[in-house]
């Protein structure tokens, strides 16, 4: 099965920046995508990338947050910039083992029918 591990959470202030990672092993997979969670709220993505290259946000972080797929390493980033209070939460790595015709779809789910998820990597962003 598809193992998936985040790492480079932290806290950081406002206007700071983040790199989120996560390494990937297992069966070949071929939709790799952020969630987030924070207390009280409902999962929502945050953004998604294909082994094509097709990839998407979601309207909040677009402009700001940066994914990319190193696929040789099998490794996930997430680079965040000009993070906001809002943006704290607890951010799951989640990978789809069948191509996803809509990532956007896949985003707003919120994840459902992902086929594994890692253990999540806490951000939070302070005044």
């Known amino acids: 099965q598809v193992q998936l591990l985040e790492s480079g959470g932290g806290s950081v202030q406002v206007g700071g920046s983040l790199t989120l990672s996560c390494s990937v092993s297992?069966?070949?997979?071929?939709?790799l995508a952020w969630f987030r969670q924070a207390p009280g709220k409902e999962r929502e993505g945050v953004a998604a990338i294909r082994t094509d290259g097709i990839l998407t946000y979601t309207d909040s972080v677009r402009g700001r947050f940066t994914i990319s797929l190193d696929i040789p390493k099998n490794t996930l980033k997430l680079q965040m910039t000009s993070l906001k209070p809002e943006d704290t939460a607890m951010y799951y790595c989640?990978?789809?083992?069948?191509?996803?015709?809509?990532?956007?779809?896949?985003?707003?789910?919120?994840?459902?029918?992902?086929?594994?998820w890692g253990q999540g990597t806490q951000v939070t962003v302070s005044s």
């Open positions: 989640a990978a789809s083992i069948n191509r996803r015709p809509s990532l956007t779809g896949w985003l707003r789910t919120g994840g459902d029918n992902s086929d594994y």
């Open positions: 297992g069966p070949k997979y071929n939709s």
